[in-house]
């Protein structure tokens, strides 16, 4: 396998944000946007905490940023030599994925002579709180150099700032910020010592919002300095309290440790694809990502829609995890997996909280859901950018499939680990309320024997408010079907969790609404030339092509959907929707509809997600055409490799990863590529490679076991590891 | 009584489109604007046809105008004197309401002197075709002047030119205009005649869409020269087809007759009003503007929302007719109503064409009906002031609630005349057609116990694609009430009928249904405040005042409604919703229940309608509240009487008459404060008169037979005229 790193060589202030999450850190507690060491707020330096949340006035909920202790800068005679005010003369950055060790390396010429500073960090995969670095100076000049560095409690917020109170403080060599939230006073602690090895003047600044410590030396010339820095960030409302002494903690060890962990999970997450370094490269890159953003240690989290990378959609958790992202740790860490699920299950009164909103029964789960199941979006969720008046969208009201993606993740989660104890540990009840959600939706007509779902928003968010959208009645159904199916196991195998739940549901007649719910429920099939309508009247709609469409923008910032979007009124469609329901149900359509299906919609979708590329790739491989599948998956695979993503939904900046794109990659490499399907709690693949691949090789847990799978063509070779 | 006259004496360049309404002539056939005989197209001078539309390209179909058989300047020393463009010294305009007469009279000072111009015109309500008019020249000098006058092909027009071929004929003295219209070919021919006694040189000048003849004299001072023209107006698809000769009519006598036939209508129609001349007059002045338009010698058509005073609003017919007009009729002239609701009946086919299309059973009446009951609202109907895009609102597919309005109209008129005869003469036909579409609509939620209808526009257009609006759920109760009432009795008493419907509709199990439909619709109650919500979640938007919601207005001309308008998220409505269900269904609720609602909503509304007024109006008079109906009636009666009227949706012009307010004040005169109800087919007035009012007396046709009413305070006088 090729060396796993990402490296630019020269410097572009017009890349700061595209680099801030092409070189990020992370280690699931939170992440560190890969930005330089002297970059001060506004070049969107952040340590993104997950899970934690904070309010500012009336605006919009969003995830926080801890006091960065990675600030750090160096001057010369008095000048700062910091990016990008101070021009350099080279520069490098470098992120291995490997081991997830950042490293940058700039040259400034001085007026004393040339400065060179280079770092090494990392956010450690072992102690979830910590994060180590290396900061080096050498000059090609003798003289007096000024390094400066601690924490910055002025951090980057979107929405912030979110810290109304910072106590800065200097206590026996360890320096720190703790930050008080505003909204539920919520502390978190930035604690930061320096370990150097040679003679300098070491003196503490500390300011409202900062503290320094300022590190004078003569340097010689051709003499590397370096400041070993160990930081340690905790909050007040951790899953795991942080109880490590910072000043007993050695910086070698902390890094090795990581260095270790990380091994560990490449060794059953990396996946080796024979005949395309590309590919290989891009994939592995998408799976760095997921490693970096897993909740390994924590209780009860999930992952925001953008990772840890920042506030962008307000640090929530999106149907994307269910869909996208938990398919790859219910095969390599299926303990992320379980944590994933367990915050659906833990998070049940916010859904039901929204669901009583909209005078639902049941749990409806939120689009954008925050701690406690908190519902993020907002009813104006883009803002206009003719008037620069909020829209009222329909992302939070009428997104009702993302209940019925949960109980599909379940689903994944069970066939994949055969861990049926989570249905009696608050799976079925939450199974259960998603049913009983999309019941109270169920429409029927006075003059049709059949039940219809109104006024929805689909995956396709640009057409607002349809009818029988077939993705969310088909979500719909498969809920209602598995809380059937669900029903009778538990009642089988936990007769306890059955007990207590019959007291509270009447199982035997929910059972039946059910039943009754998922066999009447309306599904549009198939018309004459085989393709499924997206949803009432979609047909109708103005049968035009994307670049027709796009040509319409009279701001390349306008938003598509919405009422009066450019999209709306015709049959372009921001992602996959029909395509994605044939993705899910593969087994209950010909291949010929599949295929129909993706030839009608693929060239009317913007792939305005980037959920959407994956999701026809999936579908090309279950049509048997690999080659088709092929540049969607590099697509998906490389969305935070190549710049060039959407960055903006009217005027909101919705620039950060894409781990549901990378989560996707991987599922069309193993479940497309690879063909993989579990049978009877063991894996079988029946691989379709790209013509040009040669082989697979990666590891699998199912069922509990550790399989290693080698594809070589159309040969496969599945071994049990033990 | 008061001297009916409108008058201006001085002109204003700015007031041609309001004058146009405000001086309008009319006999229903045509409608004349008040414009001024030397306005050529861009001063807004019309014919406008009853019935007859046409469509340019992809434009909206509209109604068309006429070749305008008035045009006429005067010209002296080869200069032109013609306003607005030659500056006068003194002018009048005047209407005088009591004959339908127009006139005015203008004064130049030319080099040679003083030239004075006045004419008289009408519109014949005799002869539907006839136009008549007199034209005078008189001058302090002697010296040669030169009168043009003819017809002007050129006509003004919104969405046109509508005639792709005009034939312009000169033979045997009288002059003619042919236009043929594009999309179906239908002729409309002005010919004219005029008669002078005076010695002059007359000759005619064609050119491609005019034909004048100049009229060439030498003036004495002091002198009025007099030209008498007739013009008779015609078209191909005349229900009346014009078989006079021009050449044979006398002036005088058309005139006359015109006169006698206008006193026969006023002598049934006026209305007088003891201790209030304001009211008296506004109120008269707007059965007049009624009287110009009814069709009463038109078979099966219909009233537009703007009269005949353009195109505006494409000349079409919406609710308006049947809520707020026909009322009027039924009581003045039952042969007009009749023929109102026949338009309705001979145009069901339409009806159902429209309900085809939205996948729907019956008949669903269009929102701007054209001939045949062509639908003539766009998806489009308002323009993005911003953008300058056209806005998908949903005026013609969710405002279901005209096919009720055609129901209750017929319910009106039955209770009005006795007519049953109607029902067995396409009527019950209608209605049961009315109700099946209602019954297409009806949704039962899956644990919910009645019907409700979703996704609609009330009268408060302001707010789309809503729930159980309480106005149109009443509204189709109602229509399937009547649907079962009717066919009873048609059963016991049109036996032929019956059996020829119950061929076609199965009546039993039909009527069945519809009874089920009316026992189980959902309308929604008043809440612990007495308050009824006038749609689910209406009470959920945000309360504020209508001078804060138009204060956030970016540009005035934008529209406060659809998805994203200032009024569209918060509780400020266009115009009388829940407070016009109350008026209608005033025996089903208390007068608590209707005076706190109409407390509730009246701040609420922006009154951005003319139907509003009016309905506000009429229940506060059924709350006994008389002092507070007295405004509303009064602004609703001065609609075309005053500048200031609504003039733009969008960037759409929509100026014109206002018949359904005139109408609307009409039905607060006499159901509201004069208290008339109609028991065992006989006039009832239970009076609450304004304050101020001393007495009211009026004419009625109640069952076939007129009534004389007269009210002193609260005495009563009620008799049957011979």
Redesign the interface.
């Known amino acids: 396998m090729n060396e796993l790193k990402v490296r630019v060589n020269e410097y572009s202030k017009d890349k700061i944000p595209f680099h801030g999450n092409h070189f990020l850190n992370g280690n699931g507690y939170f992440g560190v946007r890969g930005t330089l060491e002297e970059y001060s707020k506004e070049y969107m330096p952040c340590i993104n905490m997950a899970g934690i949340y904070d309010q500012v006035e009336d605006k919009w909920r969003e995830s926080v940023n801890a006091p960065n202790p990675l600030y750090t800068y160096v001057s010369v005679d008095n000048k700062k030599y910091a990016l990008p005010e101070a021009e350099c003369v080279s520069h490098s950055q470098e992120l291995d994925i490997d081991c997830g060790i950042h490293k940058r390396e700039t040259e400034w010429d001085t007026v004393c002579g040339r400065l060179k500073v280079s770092s090494k960090r990392f956010a450690s995969m072992a102690n979830q709180h910590a994060i180590g670095m290396e900061y080096q100076v050498t000059t090609d000049f003798n003289g007096a150099v000024e390094i400066s560095t601690g924490i910055d409690g002025d951090v980057w917020d979107i929405n912030g700032p979110h810290f109304v109170k910072l106590d800065v403080c200097e206590s026996d060599h360890v320096i720190s910020i703790t930050g008080t939230t505003g909204e539920k006073g919520i502390t978190v602690t930035t604690q930061e010592i320096i370990r150097i090895d040679f003679d300098a003047d070491v003196s503490v600044e500390k300011s409202e919002k900062r503290i320094l410590r300022k590190i004078k030396f003569h340097a010689q010339k051709g003499f590397t300095y370096t400041v070993k820095k160990i930081a340690l960030i905790s909050s007040s409302v951790d899953d795991h309290p942080c109880r490590d002494d910072i000043r007993t903690i050695s910086y070698d060890e902390l890094k090795s440790e990581s260095i270790k962990a990380w091994e560990k999970i490449w060794d059953i997450s990396k996946v080796e694809i024979d005949g395309d370094d590309e590919a290989e490269f891009a994939l592995n890159y998408s799976i760095y990502h997921l490693n970096c953003i897993a909740p390994r240690k924590l209780k009860g989290k999930s992952i925001p829609a953008r990772g840890l990378s920042g506030q962008v959609y307000k640090g929530a958790v999106f149907w994307d995890t269910e869909m996208f992202m938990i398919d790859y740790y219910m095969h390599t860490d299926p303990a992320v997996a379980r944590t994933l699920l367990q915050y659906r299950i833990d998070t049940i009164d916010g859904a039901r909280r929204k669901a009583k909103e909209y ?1 639902l ?1 049941g749990a409806y789960y939120a689009w954008e859901s925050q701690e406690g199941g908190f519902e993020g979006c907002s ?1 104006y969720n883009v803002v ?1 950018v ?2 620069k ?1 909020p ?2 969208t329909h992302f939070r009201d009428k997104q009702y499939h993302v209940s019925a993606a949960v109980v599909y993740a379940f689903m994944k989660y069970i066939n994949a680990t055969g861990d049926y104890g989570i249905l009696a540990e608050g799976g079925l009840e939450t199974i259960i309320e998603c049913a009983g959600m999309y ?2 939706l ?6 049709r024997d059949c ?1 219809e779902i ?2 929805v928003v689909g995956p396709d968010e640009y057409h607002e ?1 349809v009818n029988n959208n077939v993705y969310t009645n088909r979500m719909a159904k498969h809920c209602f079907e598995k809380a059937v199916e669900y029903t009778g196991y538990v009642k089988e195998h936990f007769a306890e969790c059955y007990t207590e739940l019959d007291k509270k549901y009447d199982l035997v007649k929910l059972s039946k ?1 059910f039943q009754i ?1 998922a066999e009447q429920i309306y599904v549009k099939e198939p018309d004459e030339n085989g393709v499924i309508e997206q949803f ?1 009247g979609y047909f109708k709609l103005e049968d035009t092509s994307v670049d027709a469409v796009r040509s319409r923008l ?1 701001d390349d910032r306008e938003y598509w959907g ?3 979007g450019v999209a ?2 015709t049959q372009i469609i921001k992602q996959a929707d029909v395509v994605a329901m044939l993705s899910m149900f593969k087994e209950e359509y010909t291949t010929d509809i599949m295929r129909k299906n993706w030839l009608y919609y693929e060239p009317r979708t913007e792939h305005g997600s980037s959920l959407s590329a994956c999701m026809y790739s999936l579908l090309s491989c279950y049509t048997g055409d690999a080659d088709t599948a092929y540049p969607l998956f590099l697509k998906s695979a490389k969305a935070d490799l190549l710049l060039g993503g959407k960055e903006w939904a009217g005027l909101v900046y919705i620039g950060g990863t894409h781990p549901a794109s990378e989560g996707g990659a991987w599922i069309v490499a193993v479940k497309g590529f690879a063909g993989l399907e579990i049978i009877d709690g063991k894996p079988i693949c029946k691989p379709q490679l790209p013509n040009h691949w040669k082989g697979m090789k990666f590891k699998l847990i199912v069922h509990g076991k550790v399989y290693c799978i080698q594809i070589k063509g159309n040969d496969v070779k599945i071994e049990e590891q033990n």
């Open positions: 005078g029964n009813d206009d003719f008037t008046r829209m009222r019941r109270s169920l429409l029927k007509k006075a003059d039940f109104h006024d408010r609404l719910s009432d009279l919405g009422a009066y709306s009124q």
